[in-house]
C-alpha cells in the first residue's frame, strides 16, 4: 500500500487505486487506510478541500494534469498577463473540478458494488464539469488569439494557430477523464457478473464503437497539439520573457513548485532550465523536443487502448456470428 507514495499524478494514483481494489480486495479497514495515505483527514475540512499527501491541492494537481496531457496555453505562457475576469472564470473551473476528482478517490475506497453505484453518480458530475470546460475553452479562445496575433511573432504558423484556435483543451482533458470512468464502470460490470448473455453484445458494440473509439481520437488529437504546438508555446514565451526571475501568468505561478519537481515529465521543460545557456543553445537545434516524453506517453496509451478496442470489436463480432448461426442461446 505504501507504493501509493510514488505516484505523481493523477492517472497513475488513479490506475494504482483500480489495481490495488481489484487485486488486493482489501478491508474496509485497509481501503481506509489508503484513502488517508493518499488523502490525508484534516477537522473540519470537507474532501474536495483536502490535500494530496497534504501536500498539493487538488487544484493544483488538476492544473498540471491539465498542462501535460495538452499543453492549453493559459497553463503554458509564462509571461502573459491575466485580466481579472478571465482569472475568475479560470479560477472557478478549477475549485470546481476539486469535488468529482477527490469524490472519485473516495469512491475507489468502497466496496466493489458500492464502487460501482458511486461511479454511476459520478458520471453525472462529470457531465456538468465537461459544460464548465466547454464555456472556459469558448472564453479563453477570443482571449489568447489576440494576445497571440499582438506577439507579431515572425514565425508564425497558421496551421498552428488554428489548431490553437479550435481546439477545446479542457473539454478534451475532463472527456479523458469521463471515458476513463465509464471505461471502469462498464469492465466492473463483467466481474460482478451483472450482465445476461443477452446484453454482452450490446455493451462490447458499447465499450469498442462508442467509448474507446471515441478515447482514441482523445489521445490523437492531444498527440497532435503536443507535436505541433509545443515548438511555437516555447518560441512565445521565449519572445515575451523580460525578467528571467518572474512569471507573471498567475496560473503557472500557482503549480509552479510541481513543474520544478517533476521537470523531466514536463513537455515545456527546456523552460524550466532556461537560465543555462549551454543547454539552450543545444535545444534550439532540436526545436521538437520538448514533446517527445509525453508523445511517447500517449503513444503507449494509443496501443493499449487499441488493443482493447480490436479486442472488444472482435467478441462483439464473434457473438452477433454466433448468434446468427444459432449457436448461442439465450436464456431468459
Known amino acids: 500500500m505504501l507504493e501509493i507514495n510514488d505516484k505523481r499524478t493523477l492517472k ?8 490495488y481494489s481489484t487485486y488486493e480486495k482489501p478491508s474496509l479497514f485497509i481501503r481506509s487506510l489508503l484513502l488517508l495515505s493518499y488523502l490525508p483527514s484534516v477537522q473540519g475540512c470537507l474532501l474536495s478541500s483536502r490535500k494530496i499527501f497534504g501536500q498539493i491541492s487538488f487544484a493544483e494537481q488538476v492544473k498540471y494534469e491539465i498542462r501535460l496531457f495538452i499543453v492549453p496555453p493559459l497553463l503554458t505562457l509564462k509571461y502573459v498577463s491575466i485580466d481579472n475576469e478571465t482569472l475568475n472564470y479560470g479560477e472557478n473551473f478549477f475549485q470546481r473540478a476539486c469535488v468529482p476528482f477527490s469524490n472519485l478517490f473516495y469512491s475507489l475506497c468502497n466496496n466493489r458494488a458500492r464502487t460501482r453505484e458511486k461511479l454511476s453518480n459520478l458520471l453525472d458530475e462529470f457531465s456538468v ?6 464555456k ?9 488569439l489576440q494576445h497571440i496575433l499582438q506577439t507579431n511573432l515572425s514565425t508564425l504558423n497558421g496551421q498552428t494557430l488554428l489548431l490553437i484556435e479550435k481546439t477545446s483543451y479542457f473539454f478534451q482533458f475532463i472527456l479523458h477523464w469521463t471515458l476513463l470512468i465509464m471505461e471502469y464502470y462498464l469492465l466492473m460490470g463483467f466481474d460482478l457478473s451483472l450482465y445476461s448473455k443477452r446484453e454482452l453484445y450490446d455493451v462490447y458494440f458499447y465499450f469498442a464503437q462508442i467509448i474507446l473509439f471515441t478515447h482514441i481520437n482523445v489521445y490523437k488529437t492531444s498527440t497532435n497539439i503536443l507535436n505541433t504546438t509545443v515548438p511555437f508555446l516555447v518560441q512565445l514565451n521565449q519572445k515575451q ?3 528571467k526571475n518572474q512569471i507573471n501568468n498567475v496560473f503557472i505561478q500557482q503549480f509552479n513548485s510541481l513543474i520544478q519537481q517533476h521537470a ?13 545557456s549551454s543547454q539552450k543553445k543545444n535545444k534550439r537545434k532540436n526545436i521538437n523536443g520538448p514533446g517527445t516524453i509525453n508523445t511517447e506517453h500517449h503513444e503507449q496509451e494509443l496501443l493499449l487502448i487499441n488493443g482493447h478496442f480490436s479486442m472488444s470489436t472482435a467478441m462483439h463480432r464473434c457473438l452477433k456470428a454466433l448468434e446468427i448461426e444459432q ?3 439465450f436464456t431468459g
Not at 472556459?136 to 489568447?144: P, V
Not at 515545456?268 to 532550465?273: D, H, I
Open 264 to 276: 523531466n515529465d514536463d513537455p515545456l521543460m527546456e523552460l524550466n532550465n532556461e537560465n543555462n
Open 136 to 144: 472556459l475553452d469558448q472564453w479563453l479562445h477570443k482571449y489568447f
Open 241 to 243: 520573457q523580460t525578467n
Open 12 to 19: 497513475q494514483s488513479f490506475e494504482y487505486f483500480l489495481e
Open 129 to 134: 464539469l465537461q459544460d464548465e470546460s466547454e
Open 327 to 329: 449457436r448461442l442461446k
